[in-house]
């Protein structure tokens, strides 16, 4: 059946499943605008069309039109259909080496025709180049990156392969079997060369059939898989927004008590002040002025860190990284806490490099190494030890600090800087927390980019271990 089949015919039907396909797939891709590889399938394939059309007018119109722009035609189309088919599969497109392809295939294209009429190796050269982009299609399609299309996509591999095939066979039998009579393929007489593009012709046309069904059928699956997998991101969002809703709540409860018995506690010694004026001492009245302070001062550092900590979790706390001597935060934070460290007879044991630099922004670095070492000083026993260690790595800076206090379960462990997680508990000598400390020590260090450990367990002390990354600037 295939010898009564004019090639002329089979050409300008190929033009129209092209161009259908073309448009159908451009109209698609504009109107959904989902995937940015489709559009350039559809112009791909649509720009391919024209090429049959033009190659359909030869012994119509002038060579330059009917086989040097026709044939150059092809190619971009062939160009924009692997451009298409990368981008649809998340591979980098390769703009830059199709724009030479397109180029160097115009100026060959040109030498071949014009200057140096060798029909055979223009024909030759058209069909090798070709085949390369489809072969480069076929390992994209392939290789597909996509899992959910991944068998659509190694079936409709087949076909470019096939077609690429077509095209080498081609260029063997026009360079093994040259006929200098040949000027126009299509009109060509030699029985050899009619079968020849006959077959040729036939496989690109169910290529490209078979072709834009699985195109359609890889679009419909990956929309399918991209709504389950948007359906299952919106459960993930739902479940954690409700477990970051009941984590506030929890966390709210747990500041409300801790204001509770502080703020009970001042009006209630200042009752019994006013009640009892007359018949306390002076040493009782100063023993509840001395508690009201107390009490107030906790007031106070809860809603300190409160407010700092929900200002960093909005982000309107400025960040300001420069090079900071980590060195000098330490010292600074000792000198600080000088009192608290000689009423307790501890040990500092200073580890630190002469200089140790990172860039961060110091107030935000300061504020967690002062959370830090008053949490050691808190948990270390009288005359116990408090070590500052740190060193450069290959991506950053680590340093940490360790104290000789009674540790802490790995139950407590896992509960620090997780919002609406209790984990205040009294010091060696009833210290108290606020329990919001560590929770603005974990924003601030993630803020840097950075990451903070805990090593601890009970009576081995705790050692809290930071590192911030090198600047990427």
């Known amino acids: 059946m295939l010898h009564m089949l004019d090639l002329r015919t089979l050409s300008t039907l190929t033009f129209i499943e092209t161009f259908c396909f073309g448009l159908i797939l451009i109209f698609f891709s504009l109107r959904r605008g989902k995937y940015p590889g489709s559009l350039n399938i559809g112009y791909g394939i649509f720009i391919i069309s024209i090429s049959f059309l033009m190659l359909s007018t030869q012994k119509i119109f002038h060579p330059l039109i009917s ?13 924009f259909l692997s451009a298409g088919f990368r981008q649809f599969l998340n591979f980098e497109p390769s703009l830059k080496t199709n724009a030479v392809i397109s180029v160097v295939s115009l100026a060959w294209l040109f030498y071949f025709s014009q200057i140096s009429e060798n029909y055979v190796m223009r024909i030759a050269f058209v069909s090798v180049l070709n085949a390369a982009i489809l072969v480069d299609v076929f390992i994209v399609l392939f290789f597909g990156k996509i899992i959910e299309i991944k068998n659509i996509c190694r079936i409709t591999s087949l076909f470019f392969l096939s077609a690429a095939v077509s095209y080498l066979i081609r260029a063997f039998v026009i360079l093994s079997f040259p006929d200098p009579r040949v000027e126009f393929l299509l009109d060509s007489f030699n029985p050899l060369y009619y079968y020849l593009n006959l077959f040729h012709s036939f496989i690109m046309f169910v290529s490209f059939i078979f072709c834009f069904i699985f195109v359609v059928f890889m679009i419909a699956r990956r929309l399918e898989a991209d709504r389950k997998r948007y359906e299952n991101e919106l459960l993930e969002s739902r479940r954690k927004l409700v477990q970051i809703n009941a984590e506030r709540d929890r966390f709210f409860a747990i500041i409300a008590h801790d204001l509770m018995s502080p703020s009970f506690a001042i009006p209630e010694l200042l009752g ?54 980590i060195v000098k935060l330490f010292d600074s934070v000792h000198l600080l806490n000088a009192e608290r460290i000689r009423a307790k007879s501890i040990e500092i044991k200073n580890l630190l490099p002469s200089e140790l630099y990172a860039c961060c922004d110091s107030h935000m670095i300061e504020t967690v190494i002062r959370n830090i070492v008053s949490n050691a000083i808190k948990f270390t026993p009288e005359k116990g030890v408090i070590a500052f260690e740190g060193q450069y790595t290959e991506s950053g800076i680590v340093f940490s600090i360790k104290n000789s206090g009674a540790g802490m379960s790995e139950d407590i462990r896992q509960k620090l800087f997780k919002v609406g997680e209790r984990v205040s508990r009294q010091g060696t000598n009833g210290e108290q927390g606020t329990g919001i400390g560590l929770l603005i020590v974990k924003e601030f260090i993630d803020r840097h980019g950075g990451s903070i450990t805990v090593d601890s367990g009970p009576d081995r002390g705790c050692v809290f271990k930071i590192f911030l990354p090198e600047s990427k600037t």
């Open 272 to 325: 019994i002040i006013m009640s009892d004026y007359d018949s306390c001492t002076d040493d009782e009245i100063k023993e509840s002025i001395a508690a009201i302070y107390k009490s107030s001062v906790q007031i106070c550092a809860l809603l300190e860190n409160l407010l700092t900590w929900s200002r960093s979790i909005t982000g309107n706390i400025t960040f300001s990284p420069a090079s900071t001597d």
């Open 67 to 79: 086989i040097v722009a026709a044939n150059f035609v092809g190619i971009v189309g062939n160009c």
